[in-house]
């Protein structure tokens, strides 16, 4: 019923910048909370950003003054800019959104397929 579709990965040099983005698709009423999370080697998925659908962010520490999440309520699409990148921010990097389909139904957690960012010289 939904599809959230992740563009922007790839590979960038240190201290460098990338912008991620999901766009959402399907049977939407309304998009709650959306996030971004990543997953490295060997490692637990992490949160990275959270967006409410109004109110304040919130970040992970080891991404705070680098990253900012954004999203575009028309459009369906959540963004996450990422600023000064370091080795350690390889990863798979996922989008997750909390949606309604209808005013009738509670929401469903919808996960994009993953996009690879990899920070490396």
């Known amino acids: 019923q939904v599809q959230l579709v992740e563009s922007g990965g790839g590979l960038v040099q240190p201290g460098g910048s990338q912008r991620l983005s999901c766009a959402a698709s399907?049977?939407?009423?309304?998009?709650?909370?959306m996030a971004w999370y990543r997953q490295a080697p060997g490692k637990q998925r992490e949160l990275v950003a959270a967006?409410?659908?109004?109110?304040?962010?919130n970040y992970a520490d080891s991404v705070k003054g680098r990253f900012t999440i954004s999203r575009d309520n028309a459009k369906n699409t959540v963004y996450l800019q990422m600023n000064s990148l370091k080795p350690e921010d390889t990863a798979v990097y996922y989008c997750?959104?909390?949606?309604?389909?209808?005013?009738?139904?509670?929401?469903?957690?919808?996960w994009g397929q993953g996009t690879q960012v990899t920070v490396s010289s």
């Open positions: 967006i409410p659908s109004s109110g304040s962010t």
């Open positions: 997750n959104a909390a949606i309604r389909h209808n005013i009738l139904t509670t929401e469903y957690v919808y």
């Open positions: 399907g049977t939407i009423f309304r998009i709650n909370a």
